[in-house]
């Protein structure tokens, strides 16, 4: 770290002092040498922080790296000379790569989707948070300079991320009036610009509800070169933002902390809002519909965290989709199938993305292979929460044709088997006292579909229809629920057979939605029902067709 540069951290400050205190010990003969070793111990330490950070912090985006360079070969006192820019813009104000890197780490822990920057200057900020909202995220960039808008502008259009970003040039305040006459909120909010104003763009903001349920605002520069805590300081910044964290750390509605990164980084978030309400002794209805049940709100309690599912069929189609689903809603997942390579493909996937899974290769429609399968889960994981009976298969033929031999092995898989695996797994929940069965049935349980003549699997989902509604009436008062999910045509590989491929744009025609359906647009029912949020449902045939049944 060079000793020439202005202090702009506290850090950089303390590096600077002992810097001085150094050479005026090297001027004085008769420095102890103890005293002389330690402040070369102290600056050693001080001063290799930022460089180590720096090392070890993930590297930037090729992106980023040009914004970095390009603001700072930039002459921002010519730009100035030439009214290019209103004030005198230091580059040293840049977020650089550690803070960058940080505040990109904040927006994949709290999942944020929305984000407003008060203050972008070059873009360097707004560029590393992009880089971590999802595709249909945004962020809105505040910025008072419009020169800095067509400085940055350029960079962002190279960024596979910068389309996300929209620049809002003007002063913040104004730009806020606007945001929030349109109900405008944000997950985070980054405030970086003028210091005697960050207590304006915070009360604003939490006055006018810009900042969403889970949301959490980022100050920079909250501990301002030490300045907030120094009794001498009589610098107007560092002033403001001592009154700003005061006025922060006395606000009822926030927790905050102050995070002594480079100049200090705040983050603060809203306190749960019961107990706000109690604070303020507000006239509420506290009971579980504002509180959320066991205190989670709804998108909480379809999370499936600490649960534990299996998945028959699950190594292609519908049921790869439901090992998805429910490991990326938190279980812990077996993937079953008859094809254990298919099976061990999917474990890998969903190892892949964090999710535990085991493999079980079986086939539904043997009564042995059905209790090893249940005994392996359990000897696993000691318990089943969730069993998804989705293994089926499908043929064809006309009724007057239908040979006994497809009727028995229709029924020994999509009806018999889906039976011993409710009974197995039904044995293991109805001793915990609580389960989740999800049975794949079909729209073919409602309807005919047609023109495909397909007797066998009709009659047998019916009948998983049925099972369905007797178990879930059976066991409901011993804690064990039973559902069924009925899609329309799913297009997975069981439709792609010779028979069925040529049908496609016939059964277009018979679907409202136009469309056949996706299997991804199964997983949120999967996951429902899967969840506490869907208690009070049992024995229910929850039908996903686009419409078709309904033409
Ligand atoms: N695809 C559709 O249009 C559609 C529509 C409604 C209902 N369904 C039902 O959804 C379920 C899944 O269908 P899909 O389209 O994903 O089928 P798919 O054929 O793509 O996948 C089924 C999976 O189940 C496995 N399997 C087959 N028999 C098995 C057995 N005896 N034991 C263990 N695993 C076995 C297969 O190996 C395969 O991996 C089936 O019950 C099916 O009847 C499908
Ligand atoms: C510290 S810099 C921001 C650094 C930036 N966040 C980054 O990632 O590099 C402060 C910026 O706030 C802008 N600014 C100052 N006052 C403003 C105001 N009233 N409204 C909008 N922007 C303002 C300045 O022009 C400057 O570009």
């Known amino acids: 770290m060079s000793t020439e540069k202005v202090p702009d951290t506290p850090v950089e400050v303390i590096v600077d002092l002992l810097t001085k205190a150094q050479d005026i010990a090297a001027s004085c003969g008769n420095v102890p040498e103890e005293l002389t070793s330690h402040l070369q111990k102290a600056l050693d330490i001080a001063s290799g922080l930022d460089d180590y950070l720096e090392k070890m912090t993930t590297q930037e985006s090729e992106q980023l790296a040009e914004l970095f360079k390009k603001t700072f070969s930039h002459d921002w006192d010519q730009v100035h000379k030439e009214g290019k820019t209103m004030f005198k813009l230091p580059k040293e104000c840049i977020t650089g790569h550690v803070e960058g890197q940080t505040l990109k780490m904040l927006i994949h822990m709290s999942q944020a989707k929305r984000v407003l920057e008060i203050g972008m200057f070059t873009g360097y900020g707004a560029l590393s948070m992009a880089e971590a909202l999802p595709e249909d995220g945004c962020l809105v960039a505040c910025e008072l300079e419009p020169y800095l808008k067509e400085f940055a502008q350029p960079i962002f259009d190279k960024s596979p991320h910068g389309k996300k970003i929209n620049v809002k040039t003007g002063n913040a305040m104004e730009t806020l009036k606007e945001l929030a006459t349109a109900g405008e909120q944000f997950d985070m909010v980054f405030i970086d610009a003028d210091k005697n104003n960050y207590i304006n763009y915070y009360k604003f903001i939490m006055d006018n509800n810009m900042l969403r349920l889970r949301g959490v605002i980022c100050i920079d520069n909250s501990l301002f070169k030490a300045r907030v805590y120094l009794n001498e300081t009589t610098d107007s910044n560092g002033l403001a933002l001592r009154e700003f964290n005061q006025f922060v750390s006395n606000d009822p509605r926030v927790e905050q902390?102050?995070?002594?990164?480079?100049?200090?980084?705040?983050?603060?978030?809203?306190?749960?809002?019961?107990?706000?309400?109690?604070?303020?002794?507000?006239?509420?209805?506290?009971?579980?519909?504002?509180?959320?049940?066991?205190?989670?709100?709804?998108?909480?309690?379809?999370?499936?965290?600490?649960?534990?599912?299996?998945?028959?069929?699950?190594?292609?189609?519908?049921?790869?989709?439901?090992?998805?689903?429910?490991?990326?809603?938190?279980?812990?997942?077996?993937?079953?199938?008859?094809?254990?390579?298919?099976?061990?493909?999917?474990?890998?996937?969903?190892?892949?993305?964090?999710?535990?899974?085991?493999?079980?290769?079986?086939?539904?429609?043997?009564?042995?292979?059905?209790?090893?399968?249940?005994?392996?889960?359990?000897?696993?994981?000691?318990?089943?929460?969730?069993?998804?009976?989705?293994?089926?298969?499908?043929?064809?033929?006309?009724?007057?044709?239908?040979?006994?031999?497809?009727?028995?092995?229709?029924?020994?898989?999509?009806?018999?088997?889906?039976?011993?695996?409710?009974?197995?797994?039904?044995?293991?929940?109805?001793?915990?006292?609580?389960?989740?069965?999800?049975?794949?049935?079909?729209?073919?349980?409602?309807?005919?579909?047609?023109?495909?003549?397909?007797?066998?699997?009709?009659?047998?989902?019916?009948?998983?229809?049925?099972?369905?509604?007797?178990?879930?009436?059976?066991?409901?008062?011993?804690?064990?629920?039973?559902?069924?999910?009925?899609?329309?045509?799913?297009?997975?590989?069981?439709?792609?057979?010779?028979?069925?491929?040529?049908?496609?744009?016939?059964?277009?025609?018979?679907?409202?939605?136009?469309?056949?359906?996706?299997?991804?647009?199964?997983?949120?029912?999967?996951?429902?029902?899967?969840?506490?949020?869907?208690?009070?449902?049992?024995?229910?045939?929850?039908?996903?067709?686009?419409?078709?049944?309904?033409?």
């Open 257 to 551: 902390v102050i995070v002594p990164l480079r100049d200090g980084l705040t983050l603060i978030r809203r306190v749960p809002p019961a107990a706000e309400c109690f604070r303020h002794q507000c006239k509420i209805t506290d009971d579980e519909v504002f509180r959320g049940v066991t205190g989670r709100f709804i998108l909480d309690r379809m999370r499936l965290d600490g649960k534990v599912a299996y998945v028959t069929g699950a190594g292609q189609g519908i049921g790869r989709a439901f090992a998805h689903a429910l490991g990326e809603a938190g279980a812990k997942v077996a993937v079953v199938d008859l094809d254990g390579a298919k099976a061990e493909t999917v474990v890998e996937e969903l190892f892949l993305k964090g999710i535990n899974a085991i493999s079980i290769t079986a086939d539904i429609s043997k009564s042995d292979d059905v209790q090893r399968m249940i005994d392996a889960i359990v000897s696993k994981w000691g318990v089943i929460h969730i069993g998804c009976n989705n293994a089926g298969i499908n043929m064809n033929s006309a009724s007057e044709d239908t040979s006994l031999e497809e009727w028995d092995k229709t029924f020994n898989v999509n009806l018999r088997g889906t039976f011993m695996c409710c009974q197995a797994a039904g044995r293991v929940m109805l001793k915990q006292g609580y389960g989740k069965i999800i049975n794949t049935a079909s729209m073919a349980s409602l309807i005919v579909p047609h023109p495909q003549k397909q007797l066998s699997y009709n009659t047998s989902k019916a009948g998983v229809v049925k099972l369905t509604q007797t178990l879930g009436t059976e066991w409901a008062d011993r804690g064990v629920h039973v559902n069924c999910i009925s899609p329309g045509i799913v297009d997975t590989p069981l439709i792609h057979s010779e028979s069925l491929r040529p049908l496609v744009q016939r059964w277009l025609s018979d679907i409202p939605a136009g469309r056949l359906a996706q299997v991804t647009d199964l997983q949120a029912a999967v996951v429902y029902l899967a969840s506490d949020a869907s208690d009070y449902m049992t024995g229910h045939n929850l039908v996903i067709e686009g419409g078709q049944s309904l033409w």
